[in-house]
Each structure stands twice: as C-alpha cells, then as structure tokens.
C-alpha cells in the first residue's frame, strides 16, 4: 500500500502549476462573489490534502480492488436519488448535515481508475466483440444514473474519456474509424430530431440551448444565448491587460449582474473581462502546461493502468475546459460545466485534485521503476 518514495522524485512542477492556477481561480472567485473566497479557499486546501495523501497510496494496491470501486460508483450515483437536493430542475446533488456534494464530480475519477485496471485485464482481447460489449455495458449503468438527473454534459464527458480509454487501450483503428462514421451519422440525427418543434429526445431548455446557437439572430431564441452574448462582450472589452480584480465599474459583469453563475459556469468572462487577453491567455497556457505533465507522466507509466489513469485525468481536464471556454465564448451551445481548478464549487476542486495526486503517484512509481531497473542492470554488469 505505501512505498518508499524520496521527495526529488516528487513532480514540483505540476504542483507549481496547479496552485499557480488555483490561486487565479481563487482571486476571480472572490471578484465574482466575496461570499464564496473562503469556501473555494477551502476547497482547495481540502484539494491539496487530498491529493497529497493519495500520492503516497501505491496506485497499483488501490487497482485491485476495482470492482469495489465501481459498486461504491454506482452507490454515489444512486445516492442522488436517495438523499436529494435539487437545483435548478435538476438532481444533482445529495445534502448530509447541510453539506451538499455533488457526486458525479468524484464518479469522473472513480470511472477511469476502473477501466484503468479492467482494460489492463483485457489488453490481449481489447478488440474482441465480448470485450467491447461488456465495456459498454459496464459504462451504460453509470451513464443511465447521471443522464436522469438530468446532466447531459457530464454524460458526454464521461463517454468520451471512456473512449479516449478505450482508445489508448489499443482498439483497431478499423474500428475507431467506424464508430467515429457512426457517431457523426448519429449526430446528425439527434441535431435533425432536435430542431423538430414536437420533438421529446431532450428536454425544452435543452433545446432551447441548441436552437438558439444554431439560430443566434432568431428572436424566438433570444433568451438562450443572452448570457454568452454578454460573456463574449464582457470578454471582449477586457482588451489586453482586463480592466483589474475587483474594478468597480458599474457595467461589469461582475457588478451589472449581466451574466448568471459567473462564478462557475462563466469564470472565464471574469478573467477576460478583469485580466484581459493576457491573463485569459495565461489560463490556458496553465491548464495546456497541466495536461502536458499528466502526459508526459502518462507516457513513462510502469504499465497500462498507469498510463490510463493520467491520459483520463488529463482528458478530464481537457474536455471540461473546451466546453467551459467554448460557452464563455459562444463557440457551443450554453452548457455549464465548471473549469479546472478555477471555477467555484469545493466537490469539482476536491475531486480533480484527487485525481491529480493518483497522477503524481504513477509518476513516483515510474521513478522507483527505473530505479530498480537499474539496479538490476548494476548488479547483471558486476556478475558478468
């Protein structure tokens, strides 16, 4: 369960970009809503502690018990429908003793530790018909449970980092190929039923948010994609270097009170707005930086699992940030999903942080890896 790891090992580096990144997040958090400062300030030293632990956990000891792993997934999920607390029309969270969680947050990270060892388990027939279709079996359980809450987003980014999974698993091409056909025939399909006025695939606001970024100008839609058009302009007359943290300026976004859920959904139209295309830009680069070493560590993993684990908490990262910045920026349709280690919201920051700490500990065991390795080596050249 635990090892002995030595402190150099310890990638500083991605801390170095996580806290950098947090600590903005913090600053644009308290811009958008003062109350909020010193709960996201506890999120992230509650983050912090939990990845910090978990890094020291030896991650192939945690894998044998996957199966223990999805049962308890699926408990969260279920949790939902036993102790629930709604918001908004939807089901999403469970409240305990005035504490509220939001469980699909945590069943992110809990998915990718699970098909990081049950796909390791099947890498010989990763492409086999069986295989594929009780992965997908073992996927649709959890899907079903948080696409009824109803959260469409989180069920999109859940099966795509299962494909990417799956992917990196090594499928054929031949069949990525097919699927990828497949998926955008199906899309297609969906968009068509969608636009139908009688249509009952999704729900009115749902729609509502696909017609009126398909049809922007449309008066009849108007009210669906107000907010991105604020955020964009918000965005916009930051210019270069933003109009500062905390400006009091009285047609902000922040004090004119043009956009809903700045503090989460659109966090990005504050630190455009207050940081400017420079510090927006900065973002990114952090979030690109954080991707890049869960990569990099993804890439000298001692085995599958390993390289699993980072390439999901990376796709995590990486999915959650496009379709945040993507709707802070009206490029897709007005979905709320929080970004990365900046928005506000203590669940998302607790549980990317655990999964950050199960990256640094692949990375450690990557270190160890090596170091036996070349003991071995040492110790072959001496006998001969």
């Known amino acids: 369960m635990l090892r002995q790891y030595k402190l150099k090992d310890y990638n500083f ?58 049962a308890f997934n699926i408990l969260l999920l279920l949790m939902v429908y036993i102790l629930p607390h709604s918001a908004g029309g939807a089901t999403r969270w469970i409240e305990i003793g005035g504490f509220t969680f939001q469980p699909v947050e945590m069943s992110k990270i809990l998915i990718i530790l699970f098909f990081s060892r049950y796909l390791m388990d099947h890498e010989n027939d990763i492409n086999s018909l069986r295989t594929i279709v009780k992965s997908l079996l073992l996927l649709g359980l959890p899907l079903i449970l948080v696409i009824r809450q109803p959260d469409l987003k989180n069920t999109i980014t859940i099966a795509a980092v299962f494909a990417i999974l799956y992917f990196i698993s090594g499928i054929s091409y031949k069949f990525v190929l097919t699927m990828l056909g497949i998926g955008i025939l199906l899309a297609g399909a969906v968009i068509t039923i969608i636009v139908q006025p009688d249509q009952t695939l999704v729900k009115d606001y749902q729609r509502n948010r696909v017609m009126s970024f398909l049809y922007p100008d449309d008066d009849a839609y108007s009210d669906g994609n107000t907010q991105q058009k604020n955020s964009v302009t918000a965005i916009g007359s930051g210019q270069l270097t933003g109009k500062g943290l905390n400006n009091s300026e009285v047609d902000s976004a922040n004090k004119g009170n043009f956009i809903s859920q700045i503090q989460t959904d659109f966090i990005f139209a504050v630190a455009g707005e207050e940081l400017g295309f420079l510090g927006s830009a900065g973002i990114i680069i952090l979030l690109l930086l954080i991707e890049l070493e869960c990569l990099h560590t993804a890439r000298s993993a001692k085995d599958l699992s390993g390289t699993l684990i980072c390439c999901g908490i990376a796709s995590v990262v990486a999915i959650q940030s496009f379709i945040n910045i993507g709707v802070a920026t009206r490029m897709l349709p007005n979905t709320g999903t929080p970004l ?3 928005s506000y919201g203590t669940t998302s920051m607790v549980s990317i942080y655990t999964g950050m700490g199960f990256v640094l500990n692949v990375g450690l065991q990557n270190k160890i890896q090596f170091q036996e390795n070349s003991s071995r080596h040492r110790i072959i050249r001496l006998m001969d």
């Open 13 to 70: 580096r991605l801390i170095l970009w996580l806290v950098t990144l947090s600590t903005i997040g913090i600053l644009l958090v308290g811009s958008a809503e003062s109350s909020l400062q010193t709960k996201q300030i506890l999120g992230f030293g509650l983050g912090i502690v939990a990845m910090v632990v978990v890094s020291f956990i030896d991650f192939s000891w945690i894998l044998h018990f996957y199966w223990a792993i999805y």
């Open 340 to 342: 990365p280690f900046v």
